[in-house]
């Protein structure tokens, strides 16, 4: 037992003294705290992890609801505001503070501009979870075009103040009024 205590005691005091650095299933941790072949646990129900510069600039992962749901926050060295909220159920808010999202992607903000999509010829696909993909709309470099798959015969219709205005038919006509 003693040569066990001595072994462990030699053991933490070169990993304290000569790296700085803690290590748990490796005897030369590399960083601050290095977890080799193991998971890291931390059990809270209203914890944080902290991320980032000792006072300020920090992000902090802060688990709420009794541990069921996770949080991240910026902190600027007075005021932890919190930026986005991921949901057991599989929800996920950006910008929700700490109310918990009400839809799969719940976005939130405090400008006109929501949702950027960015690239060559940006495009967004409609799916149904009966029949698949059914709509589309993107941007060409010219137009912004909206469409129904390729076979089918779904219409696109403009409903301003919901109630149909405008529909274009599959075969090209295009209706107006009621």
């Not at 007075?78 to 950006?94: D, K, P, W």
């Not at 839809?103 to 029949?131: C, R």
């Not at 469409?147 to 599959?170: C, H």
């Amino acid at each position: 037992m003693k040569k066990i205590m001595l072994v462990t005691g030699m053991i933490l005091t070169y990993t304290y003294v000569f790296s700085q650095n803690v290590g748990i299933g490796t005897l030369f941790p590399h960083y601050g705290l290095h977890v080799n072949n193991g998971d890291l646990f931390v059990q809270s129900s209203s914890g944080k992890i902290i991320y980032g510069y000792d006072g300020s600039n920090q992000w902090r992962e802060v688990s709420t609801n009794g541990g069921a749901d996770l949080l991240w926050a910026s902190f600027n060295g007075t005021t932890e505001t919190y930026r986005h909220y991921f949901s057991q159920n599989g929800n996920v808010g950006i910008g929700t503070g700490s109310t918990a999202p009400g839809a799969p992607l719940h976005i939130k903000g405090t400008t006109s501009l929501m949702l950027k999509i960015e690239g060559p010829t940006p495009y967004v696909a409609l799916y149904d979870a009966t029949d698949g993909y059914r709509a589309y709309w993107y941007y060409n470099g010219t137009d912004v075009i909206f469409g129904s798959a390729s076979g089918s015969s779904s219409k696109i219709e403009m409903a301003p103040n919901g109630s149909v205005s405008t529909v274009f038919l599959p075969d090209g006509r295009v209706t107006m009024g009621s």
